[in-house]
């Protein structure tokens, strides 16, 4: 192995713990340190934007850098700051385009308002590197945010001395979130939309996320078959011909969760802590959700979970629906999330129905959501599609048994009960009511099963999901596309 560390710039929208709305904000501090906390650490430096939100909490943020980025005929100053996460670097940019209002919100929901936002710091975050003299191997971008410097740096590499070598990835982690509208601000900094001979469709050609796309050296789905499912006109957002004529560059690597915060022997958000050994002691954790909500306390009553977002993609409207048609069965059930309001009342409506048995807490709450893996028996995750997804991970660890969609991350993560003898989960194909009641019905006639379910529960706490596992993979690759920039055509 090399034994010189690569330099990785990491771009982001969003980092916990600054900022945070998903699974982006949790990848973007997790694998920048497990990679500096490989055996051969690497030298990566993470770049998000100082959102007003941010200015509200005390991060010890030090003045690093000032300098310009030009639109046009305008030179728009950028201000820069330095701190750290552990023994991450981390810097945030400050400037007009970035609104500093502690009420601004993370994420318009028109990308046109975005767009001046984040071509602004894409090309912020590359000439803060420059400022630094700190040459990147590798910048790794991530959705259709920080896609822009991607396509800065395919426009404009082989002319600059200084990123000549630099190999580029993208991260992708939901593809339909194009960045639609913000075509005028890509050109408005220089970032003119792709020419017609461009092998995009015609519709995407001014488009940061198809731009990034078009441009970076390899793209990284964040799970293989996620990967694999935007080759596919289902899945695809229209660009599936496209990524077709990309797959040789196109990789699928999975997730990984932070296994010190997600721990059930060490917890101290949950009742009682317990492991692979001591699983008997998970039941206290049940009884104290119950009665923490006032369900029927009753061990032998399977009490299912959903810990989501309240949105359609999350497949919230087929879980209620299943609810109510397996009624037939005994079982208990909490709502955790929030989101679109129509689906938050549809919770909220099947609790008014089921009085004696649903609860939903219309709200984020994480350690709520420490206490609910730690004591629910199985979580629902009926995804319409899920490019990797966290919770059935967490929730393995934590011995709740998954019901899920077989789709992108989930059929990656979770093995059918019916289909391997080493299964951890029950898994449906079809995104519809009936398919999810299918897979309840399954997992409540193996609940009455002691030893079987004991066995599904032992095995998912000791899969491998940690982002040490993740970096390895990630290391791979990055060695491989820095070799090919060092050596173009070698």
Wanted: aromatic residues 8%; charged residues 20%.
């Amino acid at each position: 192995m090399p034994k010189t560390p690569l330099h990785i710039l990491f771009l982001a929208a969003e980092a916990r713990p600054f900022i945070s709305a998903g699974g982006l904000g949790e990848v973007a501090i997790s694998l920048p340190q497990a990679l500096r906390n490989l055996s051969l650490p690497q030298d990566v430096r993470l770049v998000i934007p100082l959102h007003g939100k941010i200015r509200k909490e005390d991060f010890n943020l030090r003045p690093l850098a000032e300098f310009s980025v030009r639109r046009g005929e305008e030179k728009i100053p950028a201000r820069t700051f330095k701190t750290r996460v552990g023994n991450l670097p981390v810097y945030l940019i400050a400037g007009p385009p970035i609104p500093d209002s502690p009420d601004a919100s993370l994420y318009q929901p028109d990308a046109a308002l975005d767009g001046e936002k984040f071509a602004f710091f894409s090309l912020a975050a590359l000439e803060l590197a420059r400022q630094l003299r700190w040459k990147p191997d590798i910048v790794h971008a991530n959705d259709w945010h920080t896609a822009p410097a991607i396509y800065a740096l395919g426009l404009r590499r082989s002319a600059d001395s200084f990123y000549r070598k630099t190999a580029t990835l993208l991260g992708l982690h939901n593809l339909p979130y194009l960045g639609v509208g913000a075509g005028p601000a890509l050109n408005a900094y220089g970032l003119p939309p792709a020419g017609e001979t461009s092998p995009l469709p015609w519709w995407a050609r001014n488009m940061p996320l198809p731009l990034g796309l078009l441009t970076a050296d390899h793209i990284v789905a964040v799970s293989p078959g996620y990967a694999q499912e935007i080759l596919t006109p289902e899945f695809g957002a229209g660009l599936h011909e496209f990524l077709n004529r990309r797959s040789p560059d196109i990789s699928g690597i999975l997730n990984g969760i932070d296994t010190q915060s997600w721990n059930p022997e060490n917890d101290p958000l949950i009742a009682a802590r317990f492991s692979t050994d001591t699983l008997t002691h998970r039941r206290r954790n049940k009884a104290a959700l119950q009665n923490e909500f006032r369900l029927p306390p009753a061990d032998d009553v399977p009490l299912l979970a959903m810990v989501t977002r309240m949105d359609h993609q999350k497949g919230v409207d087929l879980a209620i629906e299943a609810l109510r048609q397996t009624t037939d069965q005994k079982w208990q059930v909490i709502l955790l999330g929030s989101g679109d309001p129509v689906l938050e009342e549809a919770a909220r409506q099947l609790e008014r129905d089921l009085p004696d048995r649903v609860r939903a807490a219309i709200t984020y709450n994480k350690p709520l959501s420490h206490r609910i893996f730690a004591g629910a028996d199985a979580l629902l995750i009926p995804s319409r599609y899920e490019p990797c997804g966290l919770t059935q991970m967490i929730a393995m660890r934590y011995g709740c048994v998954p019901i899920a969609r077989a789709t992108g991350g989930l059929r990656d993560t979770i093995r059918d009960y019916l289909q391997r003898p080493d299964s951890t989960g029950f898994l449906f194909a079809d995104p519809s009511p009936v398919g999810l009641e299918g897979a309840i019905r399954r997992a409540l006639a193996v609940y009455g099963q002691a030893h079987n379910w004991r066995g599904l529960q032992r095995r998912g706490m000791k899969e491998d999901f940690s982002w040490e596992r993740s970096a390895r993979q990630y290391m791979k690759l990055y060695r491989r596309l820095s070799a090919a920039a060092q050596h173009p055509g070698g």
